[in-house]
């Protein structure tokens, strides 16, 4: 096929490539453009693929090869910008998803551990690869850092410090991820930690990488958590957590925590409350997740909580999501043989797109310190 599907003329004549075009010159988009943000379209049904599937659509015709863009993170920054995502016909599945998910638990317990097969357990090499030597998977704090490794670095450090931890104290790092905090708070703190992960994969390299420090990884569900901690801290979890769970949620962290504890809940967060969840995303990156609002964390930890300080760092998961991408390209040549060709189209699909949405402030990060009953005298929180 011609590397251009609009050197025939014929196909500006359709429809469906006009109602498409109409649409991307909202947000300063060309087809077959010569900046990097505009699209390269290579299959002339790409157009009604899209508009008759939406984000799906969208994604799958990226990964099946139908169009490319050299810059996808600023394509996406300039359609979620415009707001094209809201003009996108939603999939009759997309509907039945939403009526599904207000009336089902999908993050039940038995459906939990789905997230952490389909996607954190897609290969420690991978993220070994991609990820800084902390292993970590969330966004990193660019405050004053200039490399990926001191953004994590950074992170864990804040992290530590908002949760004023003390030699001899007890920290519950629920979805733990690979350890690596887990293993910063025990080295530098002197703490005793467990953590909680739901993929066997994390718990494997945390076991290893946490050898010889007071670090004990559970595999299991934070819900069957019963112990007392000093200190409870939860990063990039929240999300797969789902709104039937928010209560469920806060009252396992205030069971486990002592009456003069505090803790730190480190989440992506929407700026609606909204039961959808871009179907993409859900299909192919982390199934049965959703996006809290300000509103929802508010309702669920009001009556058990006292908010001590809610701090936004959305702007610095951009970098973030940057950085794993370069680091993704450089290490593919690696992955490749164990990998595809789709999984690489998808996956960097998926770091450029996260990437725009939060450069457009459409998603925030937030990190948010609770206490039981309120911090004698307040608490002061670094930044």
């Known amino acids: 096929m011609s590397s251009s599907c609009l050197e025939d003329l014929s196909i500006?004549?359709?429809p469906w490539y006009?109602?498409?075009?109409?649409?991307l010159s909202m947000?300063?988009?060309?087809?077959?453009?010569?900046r990097p943000f505009d699209i390269q379209v290579t299959n002339p049904n790409f157009f009604k693929r899209v508009l008759q599937e939406g984000s799906l659509g969208l994604g799958e015709s990226y990964m099946d090869g139908w169009w490319e863009c050299e810059r996808l993170d600023t394509f996406f920054q300039y359609v979620i910008a415009a707001g094209l995502e809201n003009?996108?016909?939603?999939?009759?599945k997309d509907t039945l998803r939403i009526a599904i998910a207000r009336l089902s638990n999908l993050q039940s317990k038995k459906r939990a551990w789905i997230v952490g097969k389909e996607h954190y357990d897609l290969g420690n090499d991978l993220f070994t690869l991609m990820l800084d030597p902390h292993m970590q998977y969330s966004c990193g704090y660019w405050k004053d850092a200039t490399t990926l490794e001191e953004a994590q670095t950074a992170k864990l450090h804040i992290i530590c410090e908002k949760l004023h931890l003390r030699p001899g104290m007890r920290l519950l790092d629920i979805g733990c991820g690979w350890g690596g905090l887990s293993a910063y708070a025990a080295k530098h703190y002197g703490v005793s930690?467990?953590?909680v992960t739901i993929s066997a994969e994390q718990q494997k390299w945390a076991q290893e990488h946490c050898a010889g420090l007071d670090v004990n990884i559970l595999l299991q569900d934070y819900r069957d958590l019963h112990q007392q901690f000093d200190r409870i801290v939860s990063v990039g979890m929240f999300e797969h957590v789902g709104p039937k769970n928010y209560q469920t949620y806060f009252n396992v962290v205030k069971r486990n925590l002592k009456a003069d504890g505090i803790f730190l809940l480190h989440t992506i967060g929407s700026n609606r409350t909204d039961m959808r969840v871009d179907p993409w995303i859900n299909k192919y990156i982390f199934?049965?997740?959703?996006?809290?609002?300000?509103?929802?964390?508010?309702?669920a930890s009001e009556g058990r909580f006292v908010m001590e300080d809610w701090h936004n760092i959305g702007a610095d998961y951009d970098r973030t999501l940057m950085a794993w991408h370069e680091r993704f390209k450089q290490a593919w040549p690696q992955l490749a043989p164990r990998y595809s060709e789709r999984f690489e189209r998808m996956f960097s699909y998926y770091l450029n797109a996260c990437a725009g949405a939060f450069r457009a402030r459409d998603i925030q990060l937030w990190q948010i310190v609770f206490s039981p009953n309120g911090v004698e005298d307040g608490l002061r929180v670094p930044r």
């Open 287 to 299: 199934p049965n997740g959703c996006l809290p609002s300000v509103a929802q964390i508010a309702q």
């Open 18 to 23: 006009r109602a498409m075009h109409e649409m």
């Open 27 to 34: 947000a300063g988009i060309e087809i077959n453009g010569s």
């Open 12 to 14: 500006q004549d359709n």
């Open 87 to 92: 003009k996108l016909p939603r999939h009759l």
């Open 193 to 195: 930690v467990v953590g």
